[in-house]
């Protein structure tokens, strides 16, 4: 089982995607993993044989822990190389096509239901349980031969019984990784006002011109296309510390390009999907990574490469949101972006007074990685961007 993130600790295996007996090629993925904060396609690392299970679906696991052995050379543990005509090579053919014709004439549903202890319940309810730690065996499912349903696993979760309540798993990942911000990363807020007509008139026009069919142009997605122009600008924040400062070794990791995280909220924590290589595309490429992943993390399916290689994050409330709020760095990021609520205020400007769409922008940034003046030349220089009136489409 491989870390993925920082405080990755426990996971719950979901399923195979390959059998014993089965041939594996090296990066073609191997199973199915449920960690607190997403479920992942886990790759194989080697190519091979799978040749025997260790650990099975709903059973969990721990970062480091064996779930398979793979035959790469015909070494396997317990498996002695042998020709095909003698009788260990026999037997070997044997083990290995039984479990594969076993699984061909049985369904992957009916398995499930009649594996002892299990109880009968939808993949969905499963998976929603197993964030919020709901125990199945409470509930009395409303579906076909008591199978728990969605919606059994979403009435518990909304009717909590009295008295201390357990974290579920994907608060208790939010809650070591913000314990990990704050208490190892020096952190300082950098703020700026920023007027958004221009954003807005230019949003409105390209909103137009925008094919039947095509995904919304949101404002985040110009916010993500303006860090990233910002990025190229003040390239020195595009980095993450690595090491012990207290270290000769400690350094700074320079990205290789945009890849920025989007905060997301999900049903009992957040989620930070990132979107890799953002100075290469327009607002319309933009608009359609953002829809699919934004998707994703609702679902609970990132893959692994969608939750890392971010050097700085955006979290924006919405309309709904306050005037102003700062937001701690998700590590090992370097900076993230809160963004207020967009508001009408009176502003002073060409020598009158006038009314402007103004929002709040907190920067909040990793001190080892920038000091305060880098982080006020990119504020500025995203300042710059949002203001304008230049904004690729494509």
């Given at each position: 089982?491989?870390?993925?993130?920082?405080?990755?600790?426990?996971?719950?295996?979901?399923?195979?995607?390959?059998?014993?007996?089965?041939?594996?090629?090296?990066?073609?993925?191997?199973?199915?993993?449920?960690?607190?904060?997403?479920?992942?396609?886990?790759e194989s690392a080697e190519s091979g044989r799978l040749v025997e299970i260790?650990?099975?679906?709903?059973?969990?696991?721990?970062?480091?822990?064996?779930?398979?052995?793979l035959d790469t050379d015909g070494m396997s543990p317990g498996i002695t190389?042998?020709?095909?005509?003698?009788?260990?090579?026999?037997?070997?053919?044997?083990?290995?096509?039984?479990?594969?014709?076993?699984?061909?004439?049985?369904?992957?549903?009916?398995?499930?239901?009649?594996?002892?202890?299990?109880?009968?319940?939808?993949?969905?309810?499963?998976?929603?349980?197993?964030?919020?730690?709901?125990?199945?065996?409470?509930?009395?499912?409303?579906?076909?031969?008591?199978r728990v349903q969605l919606s059994d696993v979403r009435q518990a979760i909304?009717?909590?019984?009295?008295?201390?309540?357990?974290?579920?798993?994907?608060?208790?990942?939010?809650?070591?990784?913000?314990?990990?911000?704050?208490?190892?990363?020096?952190?300082?807020?950098?703020?700026?006002?920023?007027?958004?007509?221009?954003?807005?008139?230019?949003?409105?026009?390209?909103?137009?011109?925008?094919?039947?069919?095509?995904?919304?142009?949101?404002?985040?997605?110009?916010?993500?296309?303006?860090?990233?122009?910002?990025?190229?600008?003040?390239?020195?924040?595009?980095?993450?510390?690595?090491?012990?400062?207290?270290?000769?070794?400690?350094?700074?990791?320079?990205?290789?390009?945009?890849?920025?995280?989007?905060?997301?909220?999900?049903?009992?924590?957040?989620?930070?999907?990132?979107?890799?290589?953002?100075?290469?595309?327009?607002?319309?490429?933009?608009?359609?990574?953002?829809?699919?992943?934004?998707?994703?993390?609702?679902?609970?399916?990132?893959?692994?490469?969608?939750?890392?290689?971010?050097?700085?994050?955006?979290?924006?409330?919405?309309?709904?949101?306050?005037?102003?709020?700062?937001?701690?760095?998700?590590?090992?990021?370097?900076?993230?972006?809160?963004?207020?609520?967009?508001?009408?205020?009176?502003?002073?400007?060409?020598?009158?007074?006038?009314?402007?769409?103004?929002?709040?922008?907190?920067?909040?940034?990793?001190?080892?990685?920038?000091?305060?003046?880098?982080?006020?030349?990119?504020?500025?220089?995203?300042?710059?961007?949002?203001?304008?009136?230049?904004?690729?489409?494509?």
């Open positions: 089982i491989p870390k993925v993130g920082l405080v990755m600790e426990n996971a719950r295996l979901v399923r195979w995607l390959k059998n014993v007996g089965d041939l594996v090629s090296q990066g073609e993925p191997l199973l199915e993993l449920e960690t607190e904060k997403a479920t992942l396609e886990i260790l650990l099975h679906a709903d059973q969990p696991a721990r970062v480091g822990d064996r779930v398979a052995w190389p042998a020709g095909p005509s003698t009788p260990a090579g026999a037997a070997l053919r044997a083990a290995l096509a039984a479990p594969v014709r076993e699984q061909a004439h049985t369904p992957r549903r009916e398995r499930a239901e009649r594996a002892p202890g299990r109880i009968r319940s939808s993949p969905a309810a499963r998976r929603l349980a197993a964030q919020h730690d709901v125990d199945l065996r409470q509930l009395a499912g409303t579906g076909p031969h008591g909304a009717t909590p019984p009295a008295g201390p309540q357990p974290l579920s798993r994907m608060r208790r990942a939010l809650a070591r990784s913000m314990t990990l911000s704050s208490t190892t990363i020096p952190q300082f807020v950098v703020e700026r006002a920023v007027d958004w007509t221009a954003l807005q008139a230019r949003r409105a026009q390209l909103t137009a011109q925008r094919p039947a069919g095509a995904p919304r142009l949101s404002v985040n997605d110009f916010l993500l296309q303006a860090i990233a122009r910002a990025l190229l600008a003040c390239p020195a924040l595009n980095s993450t510390f690595a090491g012990d400062a207290d270290s000769p070794a400690a350094h700074l990791l320079r990205a290789d390009g945009a890849h920025i995280g989007l905060v997301v909220a999900v049903d009992d924590g957040l989620l930070v999907p990132v979107l890799h290589g953002v100075e290469r595309l327009g607002l319309s490429e933009i608009a359609r990574r953002r829809s699919e992943i934004v998707a994703l993390a609702l679902q609970g399916k990132l893959r692994r490469e969608e939750l890392e290689g971010a050097t700085i994050s955006l979290s924006n409330l919405g309309a709904q949101g306050p005037d102003r709020f700062t937001a701690l760095i998700n590590p090992p990021q370097a900076a993230i972006l809160a963004v207020g609520r967009q508001r009408q205020c009176v502003v002073a400007g060409d020598d009158r007074i006038q009314v402007r769409p103004m929002a709040q922008l907190t920067l909040t940034v990793d001190h080892r990685v920038a000091d305060g003046r880098l982080a006020a030349d990119f504020l500025a220089s995203l300042a710059a961007i949002i203001e304008g009136d230049v904004w690729p489409l494509d």
